[in-house]
């Protein structure tokens, strides 16, 4: 948690800047696993932790602007509640230390709600990600639950995404601390694989790591040695001599923070040829597109640089032919890199993607339908103080290369018989997190082998 002073400021700046009304803020519930009792681990809502900053559940809160108040509504514990899950300060206690003077019972928030309504005055709350969102906002406006959605605020999405987006220099220690556990993460998976070991083995080492640090995952881990498949949660394969091993996986900080990074490195001490070959052409484009990066680009031309440095290093490897302007512009790229170039990082892995990537990360302009570039989250013009990632890959999936053959698609930029020789390759990403600058770009938390020697000189040395 940080001081109160930045809690209140942060609600300020929020008050100020939608104008007028009454914002509700939702917390989360408790989530049943497979029984109403067995809970998934608790996650509070990120707008609720940045501008509330409590952590409990079934928590709501109301920022009325007008009158420049802040109510939370809570219910306090029961004797059952302390008994099974032990004591908490009062909700008064707890909304002092972000510096909130008024608290309520939970129910009181109906009322609050409804005075507002009968005034005419506006309610601004965020577009629902929780079915328990929906009926909240059912019962407690009377709107239709099929409506919600379309009812969200957009003056108020407009208002936290401008906020959030850029992180204050107290968000970017939490931000390098998440970044640096996520660096240990990789650099234990990469120490721990040896052939013949199970995906879940390392997965459990890369889970182990951030939870000796006092950190948990900020999304489930992606281990495997079919990284063609993007987001490939499934850990059950031997990790065989002479496969590539994907990981993707980031820590959170006890104060709700991510990092995430991606790095592949060969389950033999050494890269074969062809995949010495491929990863040279990722790095690079991994390097063309940091450099690149400095306020006032946008980031769709980011990802476009790192689509042709693919496409043109494919090139030298015979996998693709032509010419590479047109080849982008045509979306031939995505055959082998189909996802985005990266996306915003910051209480969430990807920052506020529940309020609507449209608004988030194109600052409302319509997003591309293409193959590919469709799955670009981050599109604007970049600005000082955006965390954003920077993760291409370059995936060889066999059944998209069967059915684009069979469609006869791009026949005159790719080399489909040589293709046929690379349907066992799998997939390679390097991603790493960056802060914009002034001046371009900063990376952060501490460094990971990204090199083909540097990667080769630890795999050797963990093989022994
Ligand atoms: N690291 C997973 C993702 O960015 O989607
Ligand atoms: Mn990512």
New binding site residues.
């Given amino acids: 948690m940080f001081s109160k002073e930045t809690y209140t400021a942060r609600r300020e700046v929020l008050r100020q800047s939608v104008g007028s009304g009454v914002i509700l803020i939702l917390g989360n519930e408790e989530a049943g696993m497979n029984y109403r009792d067995n809970w998934y681990h608790f996650r509070q809502d990120s707008t609720f932790l940045y501008y509330i900053g409590l952590n409990q559940a079934s928590l709501a809160a109301i920022i009325d602007i007008d009158e420049n108040t802040t109510t939370v509504y809570g219910d306090e514990l029961t004797v059952d509640d302390i008994v099974w899950t032990g004591p908490l300060p009062s909700i008064a206690a707890l909304a002092a230390e972000t510096g909130i003077r008024h608290t309520a019972a939970h129910n009181e928030v109906i009322n609050a709600l409804q005075a507002a309504q009968q005034k005419g005055r506006n309610i601004h709350f965020l577009p629902p990600y929780r079915d328990e969102h929906t009926v909240k906002l059912h019962h407690w406006l009377g709107l239709a639950i099929g409506e919600v959605a379309d009812k969200a605020s957009l003056p108020l999405i407009k208002a936290i995404v401008a906020q959030r987006e850029i992180k204050t220099a107290e968000e970017l220690v939490e931000l390098d601390k998440a970044v640096d556990i996520t660096s240990d993460m990789h650099l234990a998976a990469m120490k721990a694989t040896k052939a013949g070991m199970m995906e879940y083995e390392v997965s459990g080492v890369v889970n182990s790591t951030a939870l000796l640090n006092g950190a948990e995952l900020s ?1 489930p881990i ?1 281990l495997t040695t079919n990284g063609q498949t993007l ?1 490939n949660h499934y850990h059950g394969n031997v990790i065989e001599e002479g496969r590539l091993l994907l990981c ?1 996986s980031g820590a959170q900080t006890s104060n709700h923070y991510a990092g ?1 990074m991606t790095r592949t490195f060969p389950v033999n001490g050494t890269f074969s040829q062809k995949q010495r070959e491929v990863y040279t052409v990722l790095l690079q484009s991994h390097e063309d597109a940091v450099a690149a990066m400095k306020p006032g680009v946008p980031y769709k031309d980011v990802h476009l640089l790192a689509a042709r440095t693919i496409f043109d290093g494919l090139k030298q490897i015979g996998l693709t032919k032509g010419d590479t302007e047109e080849a982008v512009s045509q979306g031939v790229h995505a055959l082998f890199f189909p996802h985005g170039l990266g ?1 915003q990082m910051g209480m969430d ?2 920052d506020m993607e529940n309020l609507g990537e449209v608004q988030v990360g194109y600052d409302g302009a319509a997003k591309s339908t293409q193959f590919g570039l469709k799955s670009l989250r981050l599109g604007k013009p970049l600005k000082e103080g955006i965390v954003l ?1 920077v ?1 291409p890959g370059i995936y060889l999936i066999p059944e998209l290369i069967d059915i684009w053959r069979s469609e006869g698609k791009f026949m005159d930029f790719l080399n489909y018989d040589k293709l046929e020789g690379y349907k066992d390759f799998g997939g390679m990403r390097v991603e790493e997190d960056f802060v914009i600058t002034a001046g371009g770009s900063r990376r952060l938390g501490k460094k990971v082998a990204t090199s083909i020697a540097d990667i080769e000189a630890i795999r050797q040395e963990a093989i022994g």
Avoid: A
């Fill in positions: 999304f992606i987001h993707d995430d996306h892995v990807h990632t993760e």
